[in-house]
């Protein structure tokens, strides 16, 4: 695993903390999917929220040199979709992070908390 996929997510994490996101997860999706290293995923309390966690993601991986490549759901900020390559970050209403339930989808993944990624 690169150290960059591993310090974009620590920064990425970090900017969400800013923001009071809530119950950051980290999946290890490395070694079962060649889409990324990492999904992490969040949840926001209400659209400016959500926008707002996007916004500091965005600021701080940028400051650091890491361009994100696409983002998806910036303006209903229900489910935003922000693809950094080997990071990838998905910010969720509480409505859809149930509906979509990613955890389960990746559970082939190594779902982990913020504080074990290393």
Not at 85 to 108: A, S, T, Y
Request: glycine share 6%.
């Amino acid at each position: 695993m690169e150290q960059n996929s591993i310090q974009m997510a620590k920064l990425a994490i970090s900017a969400l903390e800013d923001k009071k996101a809530e119950d950051i997860k980290v999946i290890d999706i490395s070694e079962v999917s060649v889409i990324a290293d990492y999904f992490l995923i969040a949840g926001g309390t209400n659209p400016n929220q959500i926008r707002a966690m996007c916004d500091n993601v965005q600021e701080m991986l940028e400051r650091a040199g890491f361009m994100c490549k696409q983002i998806e759901g910036y303006d209903t900020a229900n489910w935003v979709l922000m693809d950094f390559g080997d990071v990838i970050v998905h910010i969720f209403d509480k409505e859809n992070r149930l509906l979509f339930d990613l955890e389960r989808i990746w559970r082939d993944g190594k779902i982990m908390d913020a504080a074990q990624l290393q």
